[in-house]
């Protein structure tokens, strides 16, 4: 019985993931390994027959894995000696 109530419950699930189309959001909480666990499992099996969920999933880890060695940079600090300098400026005009 246990075995026909699996099935069930697979067949039901293929049905909405065909049916579901993942968020931007979902798939950020996905990268960062932030979502529910049904959440997780219905990517997961959806990107195992969709390419294109594939390629944005994998198009999502590389850039965040980009703006991850953004944060590690610091302007210089010409640059911001100017903005104060340029803030100080405008303050003495108003």
């Not at 065909?18 to 968020?23: A, G, T, Y």
């Not at 953004?70 to 010409?78: H, N, T, V």
Request: charged letters at 30%; a positive charge.
């Amino acid at each position: 019985m246990s075995h026909l109530i699996e099935a069930i419950f697979v067949s039901f699930f293929d049905v909405i993931i065909i049916m579901l189309r993942f968020s931007q959001e979902q798939l950020i909480q996905y990268v960062y390994s932030e979502c529910s666990p049904i959440l997780k499992l219905a990517i997961e099996k959806a990107m195992l027959e969709d390419i294109a969920l594939q390629k944005e999933v994998k198009a999502l880890k590389r850039t965040i894995k980009q703006l991850a060695k953004l944060e590690k940079l610091s302007p210089k600090k010409s640059s911001i000696d100017a903005i104060i300098k340029y803030a100080e400026e405008s303050q003495k005009k108003k």
